[in-house]
């Protein structure tokens, strides 16, 4: 389904696979223990296994989505939250998101909306001087419920004060697309992160861009 221009009111952004990137010289160094007789596609196998790593909360949460135990995961994922220790750590970001962000500043209220707990999603935004684009930012535990549910983008819509149904979500999961649709927004699915096109798809991504700079030419 095309998206609707008109009802585009506010901008709801993924931070992992979506705004922050995994590491390529990573996954080039480990892909050769992907033998091609067992993995057709040694490099997109080693991607999806670094991300695992840099991301195992929306890794987990893609794979309960997937197989319908979404609810028990985001609650393991909630009481590592609390739990984990931080420790420092460099982050990636997607080629040209930054600039792509300065340039639809001001001309819609964003927010993030992240799995990661707090401590990660902030340690993201400011390593790359982000957070000045954002109205809002919405982590894994700032609603009752993460994503898949609807929950995290309902708190960002209304701290916008803009109806949920105008906002416009985008992401690199079925997770993603799932808590956008359960919300009423129109969502955006994108390849450069954990998710396949024929899966966001099938969830109901009403487009699919190669990367989430590809939102610039569509906006404009």
Partial sequence: MPLDFARIKALCFDVDGTLSDTDDLYTQRISRFFPRI?????????????????????????????????GQMVAVINWL???????????????????????????FPMAVISARDEHGTMAFLEQYDLVKYFD?????????????????????????????????????????????????????GVLCGFGEEAELKKMGADIILKDTTKLLDILN
């Avoid at 939250?81 to 001309?107: C, E, N, T, W």
């Avoid at 819509?157 to 799932?178: E, F, H, S, W, Y």
Wanted: hydrophobic residues 45%.
């Fill in 38 to 70: 067992l993995f057709p596609n040694p490099d997109h196998t080693a991607r999806r296994f670094i991300m695992w790593i840099e991301a195992p909360g929306n890794a987990l949460l893609g794979l309960a989505d997937t197989i319908g135990i979404d």
């Fill in 81 to 107: 939250s609390r739990r984990r220790r931080h420790s420092p750590k460099k982050f990636l970001l997607i080629p040209d998101v930054d600039a792509m962000l300065a340039q639809l500043y001001g001309r």
């Fill in 136 to 188: 809002v930012i919405v982590t894994g535990l700032s609603a009752a419920h993460t994503k898949p549910y609807p929950d995290p983008l309902l708190l960002a819509a209304q701290k916008m004060n803009v109806a949920p149904q105008n906002c416009l979500m985008i992401g690199d999961t079925t997770v993603d697309i799932r808590a956008g649709r359960s919300a009423g927004a129109q969502t955006v």
